[in-house]
T-cell receptor, first 112, second 117 residues
Framework: DQQVKQNSPSLSVQEGRISILNCDYT??????FLWYKKYPAEGPTFLIS?????DKNEDGRFTVFLNKSAKHLSLHIVPSQPGDSAVYFC???????????FGPGTSLSVIP | KAGVTQTPRYLIKTRGQQVTLSCSPI?????VSWYQQTPGQGLQFLFE???????NKGNFPGRFSGRQFSNSRSEMNVSTLELGDSALYLC????????????????FGAGSRLTVL
């Protein structure tokens, strides 16, 4: 039973355009949501997070939107750059944050 | 500040053997989590330790076990290896205590790539 879902295994975007990565979750107990980026042969690195009391959080080119009623969040990257090509993981945890559940990931390719 | 260190980086084992993987967290981080990454499955949660106690466990068989030492270093062990255990095993540490709610930002190591033949 996958509690965090990323239904698009891959996404290709032209450089300079917007990349939108989607994530759905099933557990209503999740309070915090995070996005991680992973390059080959490296561990995932933290990008941005959002708590369930907010609907938007922005950090430079990265913005995360949360629709709690739909149990859906998305990561927007504007403008997309070739260096953004990586696998992006959506993750979620309850209020205590001890156990972080990850989705299967979306492989983003930004084409120059 | 040194990052999360995992050893060994690569290893090859045969079915039926056992393996022990090691993780040294960032200094001061007391929470250590382990994940298994396989193609298409993303990062599957194995377990999380804090102050030498396992606080959370994922849905893996009892062949997968772990422990944490007083210096926060952690090890995970897989016994009676199966072909399906071939994966990248990732360790992550965080300062999260659970006493204060907040987003648990994990810092990952580069992983240990296990191949079972």
């Amino acid at each position: 039973d996958q509690q965090v879902k990323q239904n698009s295994p891959s996404l290709s975007v032209q450089e300079g355009r917007i990349s939108i990565l989607n994530c759905d979750y099933t557990n209503s107990m999740f309070d915090y949501f995070l996005w991680y980026k992973k390059y080959p042969a490296e561990g995932p690195t933290f990008l941005i997070s959002i708590s369930s009391i907010k609907d938007k959080n922005e950090d430079g080119r990265f913005t995360v939107f949360l629709n709690k009623s739909a149990k859906h969040l998305s990561l927007h990257i504007v403008p997309s750059q070739p260096g953004d090509s990586a696998v992006y993981f959506c993750a979620a945890s309850a209020w205590d944050g001890d156990k972080v559940i990850f989705g299967p990931g979306t492989s983003l390719s930004v084409i120059p | 500040k040194a990052g999360v260190t995992q050893t060994p980086r690569y290893l090859i084992k045969t079915r039926g053997q056992q393996v022990t993987l090691s993780c040294s967290p960032i200094s001061g981080h007391r929470s250590v989590s382990w994940y298994q990454q396989t193609p298409g499955q993303g990062l599957q949660f194995l377990f999380e330790y804090f102050s030498e106690t396992q606080r959370n466990k994922g849905n893996f068989p009892g062949r997968f076990s772990g422990r944490q030492f007083s210096n926060s270093r952690s090890e995970m062990n897989v016994s009676t290896l199966e072909l399906g255990d071939s994966a990248l095993y990732l360790c992550a540490s965080s300062p999260q205590t659970g006493a204060v709610p907040g987003a648990n930002v994990l810092t990952f190591g580069a992983g240990s790539r296990l191949t079972v033949l």
